[in-house]
């Protein structure tokens, strides 16, 4: 399961305590998910949870800072999921939106953050990122982010109900949009949310991004845009490896 996963050394390596994977279709197909339900799963430090909840393009952080136990069921939408709990895998789901990892590696924080145009226009990840700093009393400096797989601006064409909020949100959003062409232009969705969490005060060598479109990639990923309607979604997560 692991060897159909995209990690970043860059990003995190086993050194920072943390487990990272970006999924692929393989992944995700391999993968048994209950949204809103933890899931047990291994790894090291022995049994963990992986969980993902229902996402409904929003800007809502859920915060796990308990254990978790097989009863627990999460039955709100949030688009964020940020834990301090070590085992705990939070995880989200993709096809052509932006999954983001971010994590803290002195003041030990995860999240994994689901990011449409919708929640990347309304600041999902500098908003999340402010509410890990304020929970966990982490600091920009020591902050790592990194920008998965997703929609590139080579196939993401948008068109007025994308454009109009984005140029009312965002000042520079002339920066983030390519090939602008009558009311379409083509939306680069990982440049968007790198510059806002630039913007944030966060180094740009503390953020990596794969570079690679969901759209462009059949074989390794799943694309509504591609596809045309929902065939699967890729999930990608975050875990704070339990201290031996
Ligand atoms: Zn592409």
Same mark, same amino acid.
């Given at each position: 399961m692991r060897s159909s996963v995209i990690t970043v050394p860059a990003f995190a390596s086993s050194q920072d305590g943390v487990r990272h994977f970006f999924g692929t279709r393989a992944h995700a197909d391999s993968l048994a998910l209950d949204v809103g339900v933890p899931v047990p799963a291994t790894g090291s430090g022995g049994r963990g949870w992986l969980l993902s909840v229902k996402q409904v393009h929003g800007t809502d952080a859920l915060v796990v800072d308990r254990p978790l136990t097989e009863?627990?069921?999460?039955d709100g939408g949030w688009d964020a999921l940020v834990t301090d709990q070590p085992g705990v895998t939070v995880a989200v789901r993709t096809a052509d939106c932006v999954p983001v990892l971010v994590y803290d590696r002195r003041r030990r924080a995860v999240a994994a953050i689901h990011a449409g145009w919708r929640g990347a226009v309304a600041g999902i990840v500098p908003k999340t990122i402010e509410l890990m700093m304020a929970r966990?009393?982490? +600091?920009? #400096?020591d902050l790592r982010i990194s920008i998965g797989p997703s929609a590139g601006p080579c196939c993401y064409e948008v068109d007025e109900p994308v454009l109009t909020p984005l140029r009312q949100e965002l000042p520079d959003w002339q920066s983030v949009i390519?090939?602008?062409r009558g009311a379409t232009a083509r939306l680069d969705l990982k440049k968007l949310v790198r510059r806002q969490v630039e913007q944030f005060g +966060?180094? #740009?060598?503390?953020v990596t991004s794969v570079n690679l479109c969901t759209i462009c990639h059949d074989d390794l990923f799943y694309s509504y845009r591609r596809?045309?309607?929902?065939?699967g979604t890729m999930v990608s997560g975050i875990t704070l490896v339990p201290r031996g």
């Open positions: 009863v627990d069921r999460f966990f009393q982490l +600091i920009e #400096a390519q090939h602008e +966060i180094a #740009a060598d503390q596809e045309g309607r929902v065939n």
